[in-house]
């Protein structure tokens, strides 16, 4: 298939790879031009110009890039990607968004023919990496059974969620429970680190139970010896959870917890741990 990838970041690039490595034929933009010319370099390939270089002829286009304006800017702008699609071709955005511009971008797609799904992934950099992602996609049932066979080349899991946004508010949730779920174990670590407590025989005796989670069975070490130079970035969550604030103000949901969860990382990022794992929010916390 011919491709258009928007967006060779530490996500977007090895998600690209995936489908090089398939043997498609992709056409890749980046703002910044030696990060494409270096995903080129390393998988083969076209460096496209302008968004609507890379979208023009494919069958399909991605984007994974950084926020709202971004996005408008690589795919409505002077030089974006809808411009150049045709009728009948596939649009997947990767990017966390707003599910205001998903919708935005579903209705002027389908006023110019396009199949459109609004696709925020987890699983991190790591996932992107090794295929692993979890993809939750928002769009017509015709627009995800036409994406959904390429997006297998990233993903382990890849569910249709609903309508247009969908796949952006589904993304929020993930986010709310994952700030909640790092604020517990955080202040778990630390009661245990104040009891004086064996740091390795806790993890061995909760991590089987009801207290169990990602975080803690990938996190709890890690946080354990101050290891935070990994992972999902507090700039990045901070991001994340604004916009699933803005959301649950507009769809009336109380989020308290993942109000007060994104204070604390605002401490983090005032600490110096903007650039940290996730999992720095127990930094915060004295030991």
Known sequence: MKIGWIGTGVMGAPMAGHLAAAGHEV???????AKAEGWAAKHGGRVAATPAAAADGAE????CVGNDDDLAAVTLGADGAFAAMRAGASFVDH????????????????ARGLLVLDAPVSGGQAGAESGKLSVMCGGSAAAFAAAEPMLQAYAARVVHVGGPGAGQQTKMVNQIAI??????LSEALRFAQGAGLDLDAVFEAVSGGAAQSWQMVNRWGSMAEDRFDFGFAVDWMRKDLGLAIDEARANGAAVPVAALVDQFYAEVQAMGGGRQDTSALVRRLRK
Do not use: F, K
Not at 96 to 107: D, F, G, M, P, Q
């Open 60 to 63: 399909l286009v991605l984007t």
């Open 27 to 33: 056409a890749v933009y980046n703002r910044t031009v």
């Open 95 to 110: 990017t966390t968004v707003s599910a205001a511009i998903a919708r935005r971008l579903a209705e002027e797609g389908e």
């Open 179 to 184: 700030a909640g779920v790092l604020g517990g």
